[in-house]
């Protein structure tokens, strides 16, 4: 059974920190593309950033500088590291598995991430 497990968000002020976790499970981990996905309330859902089994990094340029995305394949683990976080961040945020070869594709339940003063 395939799992995604979010955690880490919650509320914070303009200029803050959070770091979000996504555990996997079910799944051979290190085959697959990890990445972070965002949905806004009525907008559609976006890209962060990805992170490829190899290691090499993707991100959307409105966070690129204040976002950090890695991966740990010994825990399963993805990670998110957002910094100076602005208002506009504000959004559930969702784990996203894929593998290419296989054309699997795995999501998370989602965690909010609410940036306010």
């Known amino acids: 059974q395939v799992q995604l497990v979010e955690s880490g968000g919650g509320l914070v002020q303009p200029g803050g920190s959070l770091s979000l976790s996504c555990v996997a499970s079910?799944?051979?981990?290190?085959?697959?593309?990890m990445g972070w996905y965002r949905q806004a309330p009525g907008k559609e859902r976006e890209l962060v950033a990805t992170?490829?089994?190899?290691?090499?990094?993707n991100y959307a340029d409105s966070v690129k500088g204040r976002f950090t995305i890695s991966r740990d394949n010994a825990k399963n683990t993805v990670y998110l590291q957002m910094n100076s976080l602005k208002l506009e961040d504000t959004a559930v945020y969702y784990c996203?598995?894929?593998?290419?070869?296989?054309?699997?594709?795995?999501w998370g339940q989602g965690t909010q991430v609410t940036v306010s003063s």
């Open positions: 992170i490829t089994s190899w290691g090499s990094t």
């Open positions: 079910g799944f051979i981990f290190r085959r697959y593309s």
């Open positions: 996203n598995a894929h593998n290419g070869i296989s054309n699997s594709d795995y």
